[in-house]
């Protein structure tokens, strides 16, 4: 079981996302939650997080089925640009299903981020 678990992980750690990725990522050992991974550069993940919740991973959801939801509705909200550390991001485990193209609207945060230095979780 160790050995599963070690090559798990080495696998997440290994896995290099590309803008567009759309992944599944484990938030706790009950849900699951998907991301499109934005832009990339040398040590940040920008990722886009949606809002749905599943109690398995998913095999297949596409991002236009998915929402961001609003922060005054009940639930978890998503986040339309989040930073990730390179090691952030791994411990998600995220698993790619596919990729999308990513649209000048969905970049809108990370130029927001670029342009005012942002800070990386």
């Keep these: 079981m160790l050995d599963r678990i070690l090559r798990s992980f080495t696998d997440w750690a290994a896995f290099q996302p590309t803008p567009g990725d759309l992944c599944t990522t484990g938030n706790d050992a009950e849900s699951y939650s998907v991301v499109k ?7 940040v993940v920008h990722v886009r997080l949606y809002k749905e919740r599943f109690a398995a991973r998913p095999k297949s959801v596409f991002a236009n089925s998915l929402t961001l939801g609003r922060i005054d ?3 978890p909200a998503g986040m339309g640009h989040l930073p990730l550390s390179r090691t952030t991001f791994a411990n998600w485990r ?15 945060g ?5 342009v005012n230095a942002g800070g990386v979780w």
Excluded: C, F, N
Aim: glycine share 4%; net charge negative.
């Design 37 to 43: 991974v934005l832009a990339v550069t040398e040590d």
């Design 73 to 75: 509705e009940p639930g």
């Design 94 to 108: 995220p698993i790619k299903l596919h990729s999308e193209p990513v649209t000048m609207e969905e970049l809108e």
């Design 110 to 114: 990370y130029r927001m981020w670029q």
